[in-house]
């Protein structure tokens, strides 16, 4: 239960850190790291209202949402201790669960009866669907090269391999796992959360009828699964038979790099045309599939 | 280190499908030429100093500074900048790659022998094909340009694949290289076609 709480802690301060790196490298003094937790505070303190026309879905989609994320959470490994949850193929369920939180969200923007809504939750829902085979493919390519499918077996003996594509595995994980984090989260450059244009806004357009409790539940979700996709990324990097204070240092240390690199890249980097964004994902499932293609190679799976 | 280089160069291929300016075709074909000399000198280690030393040199200068540099001064001449609006969207371009991805790892599966590496084989093959889709897919006839070198590095890789067995090989695909640096001199330096709407309407 160690991954459980690091990663509870790292969610805690990731969205300060992204706010922090934004403000300094734009050369503003801007919010200070705890201004996130403040606002969630805020909003926790407020009731929900609900709209006359919504049903029951709408009042559950957010708790849905974040006790999907929670499920997924407890089945990410920490150094050589085993995830809470850890079986063969845990990681199609772990996609699955963070899936059906979404699908929640999305039945419940569509519940509001709104267009816009109706708008963010066809593009929420395209964007996930398009992400979803480059993720799929990187992990059967990590599942290859470990021969493992679970992700505790799979990060507990990634090193373990000793191959010479151990390091071409680890930075094309990274980069895929950022990419992949950033557009599950609707971050740039595929969607900006900070737009007020409903027709150009993806998640937050979604989530416009939500308020007080219910928006810090979404917010906390969207934390805790930036949160965990740090963790992967820190799976992928980090032996995992290393001195566990190295590693619970080195989990803080990845995940404030990571957040500092949303940070910089939502700084530098120009939101995509809306168009482009199928382009860009695909993109990314091509970049998997090259992995994949090379894992096949040198296993030597078709003759 | 060549499984690196390998990787990087089957990745510009991917951002070359997508891409929709001219300056990061020139860029990425820069890039293209320098991870292509870092392959030839940690491969091609059987051959004479001599051969080894000219091809790395000219893979360096060709496919590396001169060809990006002519690209970059086309485009500056003729104020092309982008592809046109006309072409395959680059989703089903990008389609079209993966596809092509398949097909290769089967082919170079087929091809399978002792001599030849199979991961070059195949990124050679990959290559190929995605010159040939740049080629078919864009209307400029700098997109042609460019699908024609992304197809010459192509045969280059084929060259090194079996480079160590058959150093001939290589010198044709040097040769090729002067070829294409004779058809952009040509291209360049006569000015042909600067216009737009000729660069548009010229096919063949």
Known sequence: ?????????????????????????????????????????????????????????????????????????????????????????????????????KFFLIISALDTGSGFEGMGANREALFSMLVEPAFFILLATLAMFTGYTSFSDIFTRFYITQSDFVLIFSILGAYLFIQIAMIENSRFPIDDPKTHLELTMIHEVMILDNCGFDKALIHVSSYLKFAVYGSIIYNLSVPADWNIYLQISLFVIIQFVFAVIIGLLESF??????????????????????????????????? | MTNYLTVMFAITIVYLAITERFAVYARL?????????????????????????????????????????????????????????????????????????????????????PYINTVFLTIAFFTMFSGLIIIVTHRLIISHLIGFLVLENSVFIFSIAVGNEMPMLINIGTLLDIFVGVLILGFFGMKLKPNIDELTTLKD
């Open chain 1, 269 to 303: 980097r120009a939101r995509n045309k809306m168009g482009k964004n199928p382009h860009f994902i695909l993109t990314l499932t091509a970049v998997s599939f090259i992995a994949f293609v090379i894992i096949i190679i040198i296993t030597g799976k078709i003759a």
């Open chain 2, 29 to 113: 074909l820069g890039i293209q030429g320098f991870i292509l000399f870092g392959i030839t000198l940690s491969e091609l280690h059987k051959v004479s100093i001599g051969d080894l030393l000219f091809v790395s040199s000219e893979t360096l200068f060709f496919k590396g500074i001169v060809v990006p540099y002519m690209i970059t001064r086309i485009i500056k001449s003729t104020n092309v900048v982008k592809v046109a609006n006309d072409t395959l969207s680059g989703f089903y371009e990008l389609l079209f790659i993966i596809i092509s991805l398949l097909i290769s790892i089967f082919m170079a599966y087929t091809l399978k022998n």
């Open chain 1, 1 to 101: 239960m160690k991954g459980f709480a690091l990663i509870i802690f790292a969610a805690l301060f990731f969205p300060g850190v992204i706010l922090r790196a934004k403000s300094i490298v734009s050369g503003r003094k801007g919010p200070g790291i705890f201004q996130p937790l403040k606002d969630l505070n805020l909003l926790f303190r407020k009731d929900s209202v609900f709209s006359s026309t919504s049903s029951i879905i709408f009042q559950i989609a957010p708790t849905i949402g974040l006790a999907s994320v929670i499920c997924a959470m407890l089945m990410i490994p920490f150094a050589d201790e085993p995830a809470f949850f850890n079986f063969d193929s845990d990681f199609v369920y772990f996609s699955y669960l963070l899936a059906a939180g």
